[in-house]
């Protein structure tokens, strides 16, 4: 992650509400997903500490109010199960093939929620927040990080995800472009749209950024209906119906070769992917399908280590797995195929050889 490339240690307070909170009838500030048995405590704890594993960062269990929240010596076996895996993990290079990108600066250029224009409950709370769920299931290795950690060459992936940054230099534009032409990137919503210092803002910068074409359209909300082709490319057959309203609401401008996914409601594209050595996508919409994340990242050419959305993290011989949904997950090794059954929440971390 970007803090590793600064040179910096992250240290994680783990608030999980584990069953003895729930016995002792103190919950918060887990009591919506915290657990009720010890075996859910086990599955959260095992599932965080894979997560700082695999992203080098420290963790500490936060026993909140000092009432025992972590007093079940059966939970601290977790520690020592993972302890060996941690140790050789430490010797190995941290990589994430998947860069999820997000620029600080663009977040101020936003209204509080309640604003119809550029409002920060119609962009940047499904985009940032609760986007990250979707992108984390990509079936990939995900990281997050700065935007200046990718302009200044600090990320090394596969895939770029830039999710907010509307608000730009030229230089930064300039950089964005470079790297658009050598790495496959999924750009949401205006990306490059209000240049900074002037606080000017046109369809122009944003091609400058992007390479793709856009316009403005004043009809319509973030709603968006996949096409034919859409459908037929993997997306859901269904609308990703929403109310939320922002400007501006751009519609990219289909070249030769290129895709429309999705529309708006006013039958304009929405969604556009550009196929070729270097593929790209630009989606207009800030409530985007989550199903999109991994149908790009496969065409980006992402090695895709299920064969269904799972939380999944590589780093050297071994591989990290969290299953958002109980069922079967199809994992591809470099022995072949293997098929794990697992319950919703189960973490398995696999030595990959």
């Not at 990703?240 to 006013?266: C, M, W």
């Amino acid at each position: 992650m970007g803090i590793h490339a600064a040179g910096k240690l992250w240290l994680n307070e783990d608030d999980t509400s584990t069953h003895v909170a729930y016995i002792n009838g103190n919950r918060a500030p887990g009591w919506k997903n915290g657990a009720v048995t010890p075996a859910e405590s086990d599955l959260l704890l095992r599932r965080n500490l894979m997560v700082a594993d695999f992203h080098n960062f420290s963790t500490w269990w936060m026993d909140l109010w000092g009432i025992g929240w972590f007093n079940d010596p059966g939970l601290w076996e977790n520690m020592k199960k993972f302890a060996p895996v941690n140790a050789e993990l430490r010797q190995t290079k941290l990589r994430f093939q998947v860069a999820d990108v997000i620029d600080e600066t663009s977040l101020l250029y936003l209204a509080p929620a309640g604003f119809r224009i550029n409002s920060n409950a119609a962009v940047s709370v499904p985009l940032v927040k609760f986007g990250r769920s979707a992108r984390n299931r990509i079936g990939a290795s995900v990281g997050q990080f700065m935007l200046d950690d990718m302009l200044e060459g600090k990320i090394d992936s596969d895939l770029f995800i830039v999710t907010s940054a509307w608000a730009l230099t030229a230089e930064q534009r300039g950089k964005l472009r470079s790297i658009a032409a050598k790495k496959p990137v999924f750009w949401c919503y205006a990306p490059g749209w209000m240049d900074l210092p002037s606080g000017k803002f046109s369809p122009e910068l944003v091609e400058q950024t992007t390479g793709f074409k856009v316009k403005v359209v004043t009809d319509c909300n973030f709603t968006t209906l996949p096409t034919r082709d859409g459908i037929r490319w993997g997306m859901k057959p269904r609308s990703s119906v929403t109310s939320t309203f922002s400007a501006p609401v751009l519609s990219p401008i289909p070249q030769k070769g290129d895709i429309v996914l999705a529309r708006y409601e006013n039958d304009e594209p929405a969604i556009l992917f550009r196929p070729g050595k270097v593929p790209g996508l630009f989606c207009g919409t800030s409530h985007i399908p989550a199903e999109l994340y991994r149908l790009f990242a496969k065409c980006a050419g992402v090695k895709l280590y299920t064969d269904r959305p799972a939380y999944v993290k590589t780093r050297g011989d071994f591989i990290g797995i969290c299953a958002p949904e109980a069922g079967e997950y199809k994992v591809s090794l470099k022995s072949g195929i293997k098929s794990l059954h697992l319950q919703k929440g189960e973490c398995v971390v696999l030595k990959d050889k």
